[in-house]
């Protein structure tokens, strides 16, 4: 990861016609980043995370 505090989601995000895809981009000990690309009709099951929070 990198210690980058701007990012150019168009070089970030990775895409699938197949399904829907997250790709972490940066990470502190704090706290971390990730982008979702989700194209029509593809899902994100509910879910949620018991030691963190989603931040959308």
């Not at 972490?24 to 990730?34: A, I, L």
Request: proline share 5%; glycine share 6%; charged share 25%.
């Amino acid at each position: 990861m990198s210690d980058q505090r701007v990012f150019d989601m168009e070089l970030v995000k990775v895409e699938s016609l197949e399904k829907a895809v997250k790709t972490p981009f940066y990470q502190t000990d704090s706290t971390g980043g990730s982008v979702w690309v989700i194209k029509p009709g593809q899902i994100l099951p509910k879910h949620y995370h018991h030691h963190s929070d989603d931040i959308w």
